[in-house]
């Protein structure tokens, strides 16, 4: 194959990736796929198909230039063999689907060298948030995250006159019993908050590795704000429609709506900081 020669024409390149997906499909239909998924698990999903809808575009816009990178291609291909082995050998979900992205950037080491592992950086990363964790790990940030938002909640509702109580997660409003729930933790949407910000900064082409930097790291803060409109929402709904409009398929739109909120917010905090750039760049020009 010449650089000019288009990527359709690389067989084994396609037949390495087909032997992936033979891998790697029933792993993420079984974590994904096999059965109705919470907001969480639907959104990884479609982040999975976007990611390597992204990879897979890249590939075909890719020039076959530069010498392959066969060393450091072959350690990642061998990593990436090894966490999947010690993930299925210890059903960890968590190395079985991370191995993927190791094995992802072995392919681009092995036909397209180093210099074009660049340009496959934003579907690799995208994968990071694909990754399931084990409980062990989400729970000692899902416990702090309820509580925390059980109590802002309980107090905005005792601000605006509503006769409420708390104990521990649970909400006690009028005759009603509202549970914060893991899916209201906002750990799912943290993560995938997180991606759409990476996906709205590559839309837009924002540059500045600071930017991204304070956009990324109030995405915390967004989320979790959104996550306490969601219950606080759910909780007027409730008290005032009863608990089966409550827990309705309404239920299920108000994650679309904390989507819909933290998306607003991100798109309002990324205007706010052109206008901070503006005003600091007047400031400096004499």
Known sequence: MTDAM???HGAALWLALAALAALYVPLFHGLYFAQGESLGGSTAALLLVLALGLFV?????????????????AVALLLASALYLLGEL???PMFSAGSLILMLAAVVLLY???????????????????????????DVI?????LFISAVTEG??????????????????????????DACSGINSLFSLEAIALLYLHVVKRGGAARKAVIGLLIVPISVLANVLRVLFI???????????????????SGLFLFVVALLLIIGLDGLLDRLGLACRREVTP
């Open 6 to 8: 288009p990527l359709r």
């Open 57 to 73: 575009q890249q590939l075909l816009a890719c020039p076959l230039r530069g010498a392959p990178a066969r060393a450091l291609g």
């Open 90 to 92: 210890l059903q960890l």
């Open 112 to 138: 397209f060298g180093r210099a074009a592992l660049r340009e496959f950086l934003l579907p690799l990363l995208l994968l990071l948030f694909v990754i399931p964790l084990p409980y062990v790990l989400t």
């Open 142 to 146: 899902v416990q702090p995250l309820k």
């Open 156 to 181: 905005l509702l005792y601000l605006l006159g509503y006769p409420v109580a708390r104990q521990g997660v649970v909400l006690y409003l009028g005759p009603y019993q509202l549970l914060v729930a």
């Open 235 to 253: 909780a007027l709904l409730t008290y005032h429609q009863g608990n089966a409009v409550g827990q309705s398929f309404v239920h299920e739109l």
